[in-house]
């Protein structure tokens, strides 16, 4: 098995941390991950291209159906989805912490970047516009199920989007934005998934879509199989089969997918694996208090409280090391969603 990726890495084929450093956005180690809605990341919504895409896209599958039509400025790409991701965390964060959320956020520019691993210079703040400006004019029409809901129904993924202060210099600083209808439908019944930080360290489109489909269909199974072709087509990409198959071929050959291994079986069979490696915090890892691990004892009692402290760190390391207001309030609620998971 190779090994999994540690969170720090700064060269190769993973973008590097520009911000390795930074107090993320959201309220303990839960919400410091990015989380994602489980339609978007089942579904092939965004393109995969690296260039203005004008194509109308279909899409069926065992009775869902998607058609997603672009504006003069091209489909919302799949880089252009992180604003949606930093939303959705942000809103997930709301909720957990027990306040009333709207599907109209404020948000300050130089986070956003920050928080999605880009640089913040001028020419970012550029492209972070044309972002808004994709997914505010593309146009689904679909009958995917959000918050036990089904409606056929269209939509932009965003609503509506406006810059409320800029600098001197005429970059955005703060910017409004409002959901669709449909995407906080999804937020509100947590129809969502945490992604691995290093998601935005992927440098491929098609890497980035692969671990979307990885990390849904996984959940907590130790492995998922699926066909080339079926894989082909939930991926959303416009290459010809064998090129797909050569695409998949060199994503194994670099081992770069966070979280999960790929491997090929007979019969055009695509394997993800869960790394499932414990990875050593280091002597940074943040401290817990005795009363801690005894609080942890009381809601998961027989448990090895030190074999969760373990798991725990481990999991705080990969996640790219934030630092934490809270640790042991961080703690407690890690050993509480397992309590629930059962």
Not at 46 to 74: C, N, Q, W
Not at 97 to 121: F, I, M, Q
Request: charged share 30%.
């Amino acid at each position: 098995m190779a090994g999994a990726i540690t969170a720090g890495q700064g060269a190769g084929p993973l973008l590097p941390q520009p911000h390795p450093q930074v107090d993320f956005f959201l309220c303990d180690i839960f919400d410091a991950i990015p989380k994602d809605d489980m339609a978007t990341m089942e579904h092939p919504i965004f393109s995969l291209s690296t260039r203005p895409d004008r194509r109308i896209l279909s899409y069926e599958h065992r009775g869902a159906t998607i058609e997603v039509t672009p504006s003069m400025k091209g489909l919302a790409t799949i880089h252009d989805k992180d604003i949606l991701i930093f939303c959705i965390s942000q809103l997930m964060a709301g909720i957990n912490a027990g306040r009333a959320v709207s599907r109209t956020l404020t948000l300050r520019a130089h986070d956003l970047l920050v928080a999605t691993n880009r640089e913040t210079s001028g020419d970012a703040y550029r492209r972070l516009r044309e972002s808004f400006e994709r997914l505010a004019g593309t146009r689904i029409t679909t009958n995917i199920v959000t918050g036990d809901e089904e409606v056929t129904t269209g939509f932009g993924l965003i609503e509506k989007w406006e810059i409320v202060k800029k600098s001197r210099g005429g970059r955005m600083v703060s910017v409004t934005v409002t959901l669709s209808d449909w995407l906080f439908r999804a937020v509100l019944s947590k129809s969502v998934l945490t992604l691995s930080r290093d998601y935005f360290r992927l440098r491929k489109p098609l890497e980035r879509r692969i671990y979307e489909l990885a990390r849904k269909h996984c959940g907590k199974q130790e492995s998922w199989r699926i066909s080339v072709e079926l894989l082909l087509k939930k991926s959303g990409s416009a290459s010809p089969r064998r090129v797909f198959r050569k695409m998949i071929r060199d994503m194994i050959e670099g081992d770069t997918l966070p979280d999960y291994e790929i491997s090929e079986e007979p019969g055009d069979i695509i394997r993800f694996d869960r790394r499932g490696v414990l990875v050593d915090p280091g002597a940074d890892a943040p401290p817990l208090s005795p009363e801690t691990l005894e609080a942890a004892r009381q809601i998961l009692p027989g448990a090895d409280v030190y074999a969760l402290e373990a798991e725990w760190r481990s999991f705080w390391a990969v996640s790219g090391r934030p630092r934490l207001r809270a640790a042991d309030r961080a703690f407690l609620g890690f050993v509480r969603k397992k309590a629930a998971a059962g």
